[in-house]
């Protein structure tokens, strides 16, 4: 009669028990992924910076213009293509030109193997607010002005090749 009116349930046991080697095992998988992630982000980085990328400059699907990039080009370099009724023309610069109130125009900076849009007279300016480019297969377009700048070049890989773009 000294029984309580629990002793005859049972606890309910969990059905995992964790072991050391439970421990261990996460910790494996966390480093992996780590070194992983890092080694990715550091073949990324230097793949971005391989010289002999060229920035080449196509008006209407119609080259006009190559320019070399250099990763730690220690020198600037600006250019300004311009629009007439006969077609673009491609001015390249030292310093940042004055850009033309009579013509429509684009301005590129190119400085570090990267290339930025800075300047447009196009009505929606997505291309002056598109981040700098710098690995090859990246562009910045404006429609307006039926202009595209991509990289191009670059020690490729043959996979890189066969895509149709990059996404950032």
């Known amino acids: 009669m000294g029984h309580r009116a629990d002793s005859g349930?049972?606890?309910a046991r969990s059905p995992f028990r964790w072991h050391r080697a439970d421990t261990v095992l996460i910790v494996c998988c966390l480093a992996f992924s780590a070194a992983l992630i890092g080694?990715?982000?550091?073949?990324?980085?230097?793949?971005?910076?391989?010289g002999g990328a060229d920035l080449?400059?196509?008006?209407?699907?119609?080259?006009?213009?190559?320019?070399?990039?250099?990763?730690g080009q220690e020198q600037e370099q600006y250019?300004?293509?311009?629009?007439?009724?006969?077609?673009?023309?491609?001015?390249?610069?030292?310093?940042?030109?004055?850009?033309?109130?009579?013509?429509?125009?684009?301005?590129l900076y190119l400085?570090?193997?990267q290339v930025t849009m800075v300047?447009?007279?196009?009505?929606?300016?997505?291309?002056?607010?598109?981040?700098?480019?710098?690995?090859?297969?990246?562009?910045?377009i404006c429609l307006p002005h039926k202009l595209t700048a991509a990289i191009e070049g670059g020690g490729k890989s043959e996979a890189l090749e066969e895509l149709d773009g990059v996404v950032r």
């Open 119 to 140: 300047a447009a007279d196009c009505p929606d300016l997505i291309c002056v607010h598109h981040l700098p480019i710098a690995s090859p297969g990246e562009s910045i």
């Open 56 to 71: 080449v400059l196509f008006h209407e699907k119609n080259e006009i213009g190559r320019f070399a990039l250099e990763q």
């Open 39 to 50: 080694f990715l982000a550091l073949r990324g980085r230097s793949m971005a910076g391989q």
């Open 9 to 11: 349930r049972r606890e």
């Open 111 to 113: 400085a570090d193997g």
């Open 79 to 107: 250019i300004l293509i311009t629009y007439t009724a006969q077609g673009a023309y491609v001015q390249a610069a030292d310093n940042r030109p004055s850009v033309p109130d009579d013509r429509p125009y684009n301005l």
